[in-house]
């Protein structure tokens, strides 16, 4: 299926969707995405958390993921050419190893990465002397990531969590992972299951935060469900049991540190409305500032002129 097609097609593929913490109320505030897709997003008026509106069914979000066309639109790198690009020397430290450092024994400390694509992640943990295991659902990047990084990587499946149940890890990490999911907050249960009172979650988000790393129009996109601020993530993990201990900025967006402690909690966060208004709107104010002094530029023809030089 080439992009018009599923442009066209994309609303009939599509069923409703509510905000994570169960409130109906929200405001548009977007109807298409970066390919010009009509999705809707909004912001809950309840957490403040940005989401689509309209979402691809299971199967037909499946079959997105795994069609040539997810690919395409996110670049045109085949698998190989995508996993030696981001080959990792060895020993190197990462924004996710020194993260992780603080929290793992000096040697043979156990790291799961759920959602590894090819285990580039995992290169400076292994190269540090930890155990690891990747965790994803591509059967093309598993195989070129074991091929070429010699790690250990397997094919998520509906037992791997039971699998896992005897296995204890230090860190488990999720990184851009969540926001494609439906419902996040199931996966973070699930895996609290093979989580002990010390295992410590790394969890990477594009978050509205980094709308200046994509700009505003890019930033909106089909592949995504959810986009996260610091506060509307923090809320979901209560709702998920979790306790929030740090947050970094990384590039893309944060990364949340999190365990699996506490009884699930769900309350409104005005702060988080707030937060999520106040940062679109600079963003956006920002966009439409540049794009009309683009057009004043282009009318006086000082555009052409600065382009050449």
């Given at each position: 299926?080439?992009?018009?097609?599923?442009?066209?097609?994309?609303?009939?593929?599509?069923?409703?969707?509510?905000?994570?913490?169960?409130?109906?109320?929200?405001?548009?505030?977007?109807?298409?995405?970066?390919?010009?897709?009509?999705?809707?997003?909004?912001?809950?008026?309840?957490?403040?958390?940005?989401?689509?509106?309209?979402?691809?069914?299971?199967?037909?979000?499946?079959?997105?993921?795994t069609s040539p066309l997810y690919r395409s639109l996110y670049g045109s790198l085949s698998v190989q050419d995508h996993i030696d690009k981001l080959f990792v020397p060895n020993k190197s430290e990462t924004a996710l190893w020194k993260i992780a450092k603080p929290y793992l024994p000096n040697k043979n400390g156990s790291v799961l990465e759920w959602g590894s694509s090819g285990g580039w992640n995992l290169i400076p943990f292994r190269?540090?002397?930890?155990?690891?295991?990747?965790?994803?659902?591509?059967?093309?990047?598993?195989?070129?990531?074991?091929?070429?990084?010699?790690?250990?990587?397997?094919?998520?499946?509906?037992?791997?969590?039971?699998?896992?149940?005897?296995?204890?890890?230090?860190?488990?990490?999720?990184?851009?992972?969540?926001?494609?999911?439906?419902?996040?907050?199931?996966?973070?249960?699930?895996?609290?299951?093979?989580?002990?009172?010390?295992?410590?979650?790394?969890?990477?988000?594009?978050?509205?935060?980094?709308?200046?790393?994509?700009?505003?129009?890019?930033?909106?996109?089909?592949?995504?469900?959810?986009?996260?601020?610091?506060?509307?993530?923090?809320?979901?993990?209560?709702?998920?049991?979790?306790?929030?201990?740090?947050?970094?900025?990384?590039?893309?967006?944060?990364?949340?540190?999190?365990?699996?402690?506490?009884?699930?909690?769900?309350?409104?966060?005005?702060?988080?409305?707030?937060?999520?208004?106040?940062?679109?709107?600079?963003?956006?104010?920002?966009?439409?500032?540049?794009?009309?002094?683009?057009?004043?530029?282009?009318?006086?023809?000082?555009?052409?002129?600065?382009?050449?030089?």
């Amino acid at each position: 299926m080439d992009i018009q097609t599923f442009r066209s097609t994309y609303s009939s593929l599509t069923e409703p969707f509510i905000c994570l913490c169960g409130s109906k109320i929200s405001i548009p505030i977007k109807p298409k995405e970066r390919f010009e897709i009509p999705i809707t997003f909004g912001i809950c008026l309840k957490c403040g958390h940005i989401y689509a509106k309209n979402v691809l069914s299971d199967k037909a979000l499946d079959d997105f993921y795994t069609s040539p066309l997810y690919r395409s639109l996110y670049g045109s790198l085949s698998v190989q050419d995508h996993i030696d690009k981001l080959f990792v020397p060895n020993k190197s430290e990462t924004a996710l190893w020194k993260i992780a450092k603080p929290y793992l024994p000096n040697k043979n400390g156990s790291v799961l990465e759920w959602g590894s694509s090819g285990g580039w992640n995992l290169i400076p943990f292994r190269d540090f002397g930890h155990n690891v295991l990747g965790l994803d659902v591509s059967v093309p990047y598993i195989e070129a990531g074991k091929k070429t990084y010699g790690l250990d990587l397997r094919l998520i499946n509906d037992s791997t969590i039971d699998e896992l149940a005897d296995q204890k890890f230090d860190v488990i990490i999720l990184n851009h992972v969540l926001e494609h999911l439906t419902q996040p907050g199931t996966l973070l249960t699930q895996l609290a299951k093979i989580s002990s009172k010390d295992t410590v979650f790394l969890i990477g988000l594009p978050t509205i935060e980094a709308i200046r790393d994509y700009g505003f129009q890019n930033y909106f996109t089909v592949a995504h469900i959810h986009y996260f601020s610091k506060y509307s993530f923090a809320s979901t993990l209560k709702r998920s049991g979790f306790s929030l201990l740090e947050v970094h900025r990384t590039h893309g967006g944060l990364t949340f540190v999190a365990k699996a402690l506490n009884k699930p909690v769900n309350r409104p966060d005005i702060k988080g409305v707030l937060f999520s208004f106040a940062i679109l709107s600079s963003f956006y104010a920002s966009y439409k500032t540049r794009q009309t002094l683009k057009k004043v530029l282009k009318a006086t023809g000082i555009y052409r002129l600065i382009r050449k030089s």
